[in-house]
T-cell receptor, first 114, second 115 residues
Framework: GNSVTQMEGPVTLSEEAFLTINCTYT??????LFWYVQYPGEGLQLLLK?????DKGSNKGFEATYRKETTSFHLEKGSVQVSDSAVYFC?????????????FGKGTTLSVSS | NAGVTQTPKFRVLKTGQSMTLLCAQD?????MYWYRQDPGMGLRLIHY???????AKGEVPDGYNVSRLKKQNFLLGLESAAPSQTSVYFC??????????????FGPGTRLTVT
């Protein structure tokens, strides 16, 4: 079945450090891939997405590239800020998925200190 | 444009009590979803709907029922609450099928505690 595996946290960084959160997936068909972010006490917000192999999603300085050969969609940011502290979820959906519902990873907590 | 709203934000129930969580969206979305979020588990799909009057089971449907009588509303019911249903519940909606414009929009969540 379809699944998403992402690195366990928490990830603790100093401001301006480089961030990588690993995400790999297993899917039948051709999945679309997403990163969602959840700030404390809030719902999930779409951070970026990629719908086909080699696509790069980007937003707010975050990037992730859809790598079909390694079934990965790692999230990166060159210089994190305290305001980036949140929980990050990697997710996928496929055109054979129930109502296009998302399959989520378990989430990675990022804590950035000044 | 309020997006996706959820009522209530917090609730404490005793074992065996019942309640209904309401989700409303004003984006004219066809698809709506209920997820639950538990520590270390990510989000898991409970039930979903692909249009008014339709519902279907997701990954963890036991103990829950849903209804989609109006396109803009999606109700999640707990008939006899159990401590295992203590969780944060998120509603989401989306318009198009998988493709370039696909995005799910999430509500702020309902924190439910069953004692």
């Amino acid at each position: 079945g379809n699944s998403v595996t992402q690195m366990e946290g928490p990830v603790t960084l100093s401001e301006e450090a480089f961030l990588t959160i690993n995400c790999t997936y297993t899917a039948t068909g051709y999945p679309s891939l997403f990163w969602y972010v959840q700030y404390p006490g809030e719902g999930l917000q779409l951070l970026l997405k990629a719908t086909k192999a080699d696509d790069k999603g980007s937003n707010k300085g975050f990037e992730a590239t859809y790598r079909k050969e390694t079934t990965s969609f790692h999230l990166e940011k060159g210089s994190v800020q305290v305001s980036d502290s949140a929980v990050y979820f990697c997710a996928l959906t496929t055109n054979n998925q129930a109502g296009t519902a998302l399959i989520f990873g378990k989430g990675t907590t990022l804590s950035v200190s000044s | 444009n309020a997006g996706v709203t959820q009522t209530p934000k917090f609730r404490v129930l005793k074992t065996g009590q019942s309640m209904t969580l309401l989700c409303a969206q004003d984006m004219n979305h066809e698809y709506m979803y209920w997820y639950r979020q538990d520590p270390g588990m990510g989000l898991r799909l409970i039930h979903y709907s692909v249009g008014e009057g339709t519902t279907a089971k997701g990954e963890v449907p036991d103990g829950y029922n849903v209804s989609r009588l109006k396109k803009q509303n999606f109700l999640l019911g707990l008939e006899s609450a159990a401590p295992s249903q203590t969780s944060v519940y998120f509603c989401a909606s989306s318009y198009s099928f998988v493709g370039f414009d696909y995005e799910q929009y999430f509500g702020p969540g309902t924190r439910l505690t069953v004692t």
